[in-house]
C-alpha cells in the first residue's frame, strides 16, 4: 500500500513558520480521524493535532494558538501551518489516519496508517 505522504519539513529559526502537507491515499477515506504526530530525538512519539470526520480540532496544549491544522477533501489533503516555531518543536513528524475517532487516537496505538514522517528543524 501507498504510504500517506508527508512534506513540507524543513530547517528554520525559532519564530519561522512551515506547512506540513499530508497527501492520504485512497484507502483512507472511511478514516474517522486524521492526525499529525511527532517524535522528538530519545522522546515518546506524542500527538500534535487531531481532525474529525466533522471538522473538529484538537491541539497538544503546547501548540495551541501556534499551529493551524485543515484539510483539503478535493485533494485528500491534510496540512499543517505551524507559525512561531520553537527549538522544542524539532521532531520527526507523522501524519496519521485512523478508523476511530481522534478521541481514542491521542496515544497513537490506534494509528491505522502512517506516514514516512519529514523533519523538522528549529534552531536558535
Known amino acids: 500500500q501507498e504510504p500517506l505522504g508527508e512534506s513540507g519539513g524543513g530547517s528554520v529559526q525559532t519564530g519561522g513558520s512551515l506547512r506540513l502537507s499530508c497527501v492520504a491515499p485512497?484507502?483512507?477515506?472511511?478514516?474517522?480521524?486524521m492526525a499529525w504526530f511527532r517524535q522528538a530525538p530519545g522522546k515518546e512519539r506524542q500527538g500534535v493535532a487531531t481532525m474529525d470526520t466533522d471538522g473538529t480540532t484538537l491541539y497538544l496544549e503546547s501548540v495551541e494558538g501556534r499551529f493551524t491544522l485543515s484539510k483539503d477533501n478535493t485533494k485528500n489533503t491534510l496540512y499543517l501551518q505551524m507559525d512561531s516555531l520553537k527549538p522544542e518543536d524539532t521532531a520527526r513528524y507523522y501524519c496519521?489516519?485512523?478508523?476511530?475517532?481522534?478521541?481514542?487516537?491521542?496515544?497513537?496505538?490506534?494509528?491505522?496508517?502512517w506516514g514516512q514522517g519529514t523533519l523538522v528543524t528549529v534552531s536558535d
Open positions: 485512497e484507502y483512507t477515506t472511511n478514516s474517522k480521524c
Open positions: 496519521a489516519a485512523a478508523g476511530l475517532p481522534c478521541v481514542h487516537v491521542w496515544v497513537g496505538s490506534d494509528v491505522d496508517y
